[in-house]
């Protein structure tokens, strides 16, 4: 396959199974899809639909068990674990649920984790991870640890760590689901802020059909591991 | 990540639970404690017994003797025969050719004749060896009564312990008295010698009766080895340069006897003093190499040196068991980590960590934990052998002994110690190490 810049992630036959009991869970079936760079993507179904799972794959997380995803052009499937473990340092950021914020490390040092791994060196870190705060405007509390802030407040600081290596593509895993309505709302606009403003191409797993039409530009419906339905917003 | 950065987290994640880590570093510090109390007491002792060993002055001497046919007499019976050089008689020449060899600082022959000596109207038989002025040295004399001789060829006796109590109920007092030596001297005959001449009788030379006053200088309990061939035997100790003047006739003589009358005084034996332990081999190869057949104790020290080795062998083992139980301690507290840390692995993972990379934290938390243990383990086993060795030198000078050392901790075993320490501690973070690379991140970040 040709590496194409102006395609961010494109799955062909993509087929994750996980074994259960005597059989086989097809969490992800046959499913091939394009996303174009720059793109808001949602990724919506019900649960167990297998919207994780795919998320996953494209996170270099979780390899396939048989077909292809290939993000800017590179087969992640065939990727050594080493390159995929680059991949996910250099191409793409992820936002959790749970935010997954590391509680004893203050705001800061959760921001410039990635940067770490990455072997940045320090005076670049700082002027990254002071950016980064700035963009989710939570410079005023960088030396607080985590538990001392709201849940929104650390969803943001967990968006921050996603864009500190400006990545080109931003994976969110249900982002606003431990958020009340308001707040969920807030990040929803934080993630559009982002994906206009630096480009990032945006895929958001999550089941909130309304708030996926309201920000994203294109739209996935999962349903037991199959694509039912792809495409962009009119 | 760099290995500041990773010094740095490692240092952080034992800090959060710092009691277990704590813990668990104190288990390998009484590791290295008690490997570096065995071995300090193995080196400690061993170093004891080679300085009472050199300074009996048995292991930088060389004996020489005569590589001949006919009869070997002084020789023992595994002295060491080269066939390199033509044999060579150990004459005056021969003597002053290996006093130039270098490292050699004496060469003397043994002397040690049979007499009788005359004390306070009691006539008595006994045997007198030389010795040679070295001996002084020697740690033989250290515990004696009175002095050594005031000079090399001083008219002066020092005498056994068991001599002393035969001449008197209280030896102390023979300090300073007169004893009268009787002995034969041997006299040369003239060119064409008539039949029974002399006491002797003999072609070669002749035995006539001599005396010499000696003074008695000191007493002596422990038996002196001046070299080999049994100067130490001796129960009547005179300085060697009065012995050889005496000129008294001995046991080896009678093989001049039976071969060319009129040939050079040969001996029958000399003792080489080397100046360094480490200089007996090269010695006692030119030596060989001059023609004659050598001896030394050397061949008994690797004996000796082979028993220590085993020793410090067998305490490094029960040494190193603490420590390894205490390794279980690092395999234990990494493994609580893992569980503990499952999903700020996966968090790492998540954000770019390779299985390296966590394989690497875990390997520096380990050997963090490694590197204090083995210093605070080195300092703990230090002041323990101090502590023997303060005790053991209380009982000593309770019994009016000399202080000894029976504890040492070289700087090779401060080192090799705090090594083995983290070399030990890696071994055992491995398992862990490598568990908490394998972590499955999806797993490790499945939202609960
Ligand atoms: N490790 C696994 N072993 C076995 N089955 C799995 C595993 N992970 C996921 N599955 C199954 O695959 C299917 C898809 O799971 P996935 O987590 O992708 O769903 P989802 O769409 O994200 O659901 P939700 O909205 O509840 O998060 C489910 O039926 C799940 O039980
Ligand atoms: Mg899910």
Redesign the interface.
Known sequence: MPADDRIAIRAEKLTREYPMGDGQVRAVEDVSFEIPAGEFAALLGSSGSGKSTLL?LM?G??RPTSGAIYALGRNLAEMS??EL??Y???TVG?V???F?L?P?MTLEENIE??L????MDRAERARRVSEAAERVRLSARLTHRPTELSGGEQQRAAVA?ALV?RPAILLADEPTGNLDSATGDEIMRLLSEINSALGTTIVLVTHERERALQHARRMLYLRDGRLVSNGARP | MKNRDMIELAARNLRQALLRNFLTTIGIAVGVASLVAMLSLGAGLQGLASQKLSQSGLFNAIFVAPRVPPPRFGAPPNADVSPAAPPRSLDDDARLAIERLPGVAEVYPEIRFATEIHFADGIYATVVAGIPNSARSDGAFDGMTGTFFSSPDADEAILQISLARQLSTQPRSLLGQQIVLRYAERQPLPADPAPGNSAGGSPGFSLEPREQKLRIVGIVETEPAGGFGGIGRGRLLIPLGVAEKLGAAQAADLRDLLRDPSAPHRYANLTVRVERTSRVRSVEDSIKQMGFATYSLLDATRDLRLVFAVFDLLLGIFGSLALVVASLGIVNTLVMAILERRREIGVFKALGAADRDIRRLFFAEAGTMGLLGGVFGVLLGWLIGRGINFGTNIYLARRALPAVTISLVPIWMVISAIAFSVGVSLLAGMYPAARAAQLDPIEALRYE
């Open positions: 996953n996170a997380l979780d674990s080493q473990a680059a996910r340092s250099r992820m959790f649920q749970a997954n590391l004893r984790l990635p770490r791994l990455a072997e760590r290596n």
